[in-house]
């Protein structure tokens, strides 16, 4: 079986350990804080095997080295990586790789990087999407275009609609007064807020999400929906996506 442990490290990061109780592997999901991931490794009593990174980012990558002086783990993640920090294999879009018997699809999802990569491990329903797309919210375009962001949240969003989504930051209150601002008469997306802001008061995280809620609520999700286009504008939802996006970095 596969088991995720999620903590919280650095300001605002999610930490994500996985672990197949079968074959005794366990992969990182990115490295923003290689002690704390060693700490609770080490407290889970999971030795680490490997390194899966979803984009180059120094609170993605910059434990990598650290991590695998500590443990001799191998280093999986896209080319960007390559000659920013070590790894021992790149993948891309249409390439799997195994924690034992399971095995995860690599998904391009570029756009807040270009190279940037998601992980779904299907019959397990979840996917690790680092910074492409957060609940209610996606990541900040500082590398690609928004036709190629598009697509790739596209990829995301043709995903199983149970699909745990298990994204790298606690964004979600900051997220979900934009997406009420971008989307006013979402009655759905009103009630997520509301429980986002009862979770957040608690101390409780709100992260994995599902795919499902986040159709009928994330604004960056629903680019080609004609009530957002008629708000938003645009010819084609990477337009009005790009729209979202521009108002979102200003917000």
Known sequence: MIHVHQFACLADNYGFLVHNSVSGETACIDTPDAAEYLRQAEAKGWPITHIWNTHWH????GGNADIKAATGCTIIGPAE???RYPIDRIVAHGDSVALGEHLADVIDVGGHTNDHIAYHIPEEGLAFVGDAVFALGCGRMFEGEPAQFWTSLDRIRRLPTATRLYCAHEYTASNAKF??????DNAALQAYADEIAEKRA???PTVPTTLARELATNPFLRADDPEMIARWGGDAPHETFAALRAAKDSF
């Open 58 to 61: 120094p609170d993605h990558a």
């Open 202 to 204: 608690r101390g409780e």
């Open 81 to 83: 990586v390559a000659g």
């Open 179 to 184: 997406a009420l601002h971008a989307d006013p």
